[in-house]
């Protein structure tokens, strides 16, 4: 099996609304409506956008988080969905979908390399395409369908990557410290409280996936 990440250029209300922002969308279809994750500092202009293009039926705030169940699923309102080439071309979409930045992160998994190729070739005739990764998955573990150590990683956003490599590098987690927040920011350039937000997030990823483990 191999699975490939691509990163997608949209047009859609999601991409639309995070174009020019650092709030990220997770989201998880439901046909008849979208479940959507979104973090970040300028929530509320993008839940703005997206009430108005989609519609919202229920938020729940939780600090810098918010959950958002929509009124219509997004297959109602654009037409950068990509259903239709994953099974055309035999391809199995691992969720959540990813915006950020105006971009659209979809992760795809493939029993044969070659549909991932075709698949690639058949979304570029219509968007602009980036592929982020690429690899063949060795061993199946017993309770999910990510087979290696790499790919069993949590995928983390452009920006936590950047911040938590900062942090590593500066000696964040050293003890004692050596760097704090406000100097990855400066480092950066995003805000203090940003920097802790993209930290919390990155370290609740790897907290998730390593206590499989213990």
């Known amino acids: 099996m191999y699975k490939a990440v691509f990163r997608i250029t949209g047009s859609g209300p999601y991409a639309r609304a995070t174009a020019r922002n650092d709030t990220e969308i997770e989201l998880w279809c439901n046909d008849h409506c979208d479940l959507l994750h979104l973090t970040g500092e300028h929530t509320d202009d993008v839940l703005a956008r997206v009430e108005a293009e989609v519609g919202m039926r229920e938020r729940i705030d939780n600090g810098a988080d918010q959950v958002i169940i929509t009124n219509a699923c997004l297959k109602e309102h654009g037409t950068d969905y990509i259903e239709s080439y994953l099974a055309d071309h035999d391809c199995l979409l ?39 990764s690429k690899q063949e998955l060795e061993s199946i573990a017993s309770d999910t369908p990510l087979m290696s150590i790499e790919s069993a990683l949590p995928t983390l956003s452009a920006r936590q990557r950047e911040v938590f490599l900062a942090a590593h590098e500066g ?9 704090t927040t406000t100097e990855i920011a400066d480092q950066v350039g995003v ?24």
């Open 94 to 132: 691992l969720p959540p979908l990813r915006y950020e930045k105006g971009a659209k992160i979809v992760r795809v998994l493939a029993l044969d390399s070659t549909n991932l190729t075709a698949f690639y070739r058949a979304i570029t005739a219509d968007q602009q395409v980036t592929v982020e």
């Open 191 to 214: 805000g203090r409280r940003t920097v802790e937000h993209h930290l919390r997030r990155a370290e609740q990823k790897f907290a998730d996936m390593l206590v499989e483990f213990l």
């Open 171 to 179: 000696g964040y987690y050293e003890i004692p410290r050596g760097t």
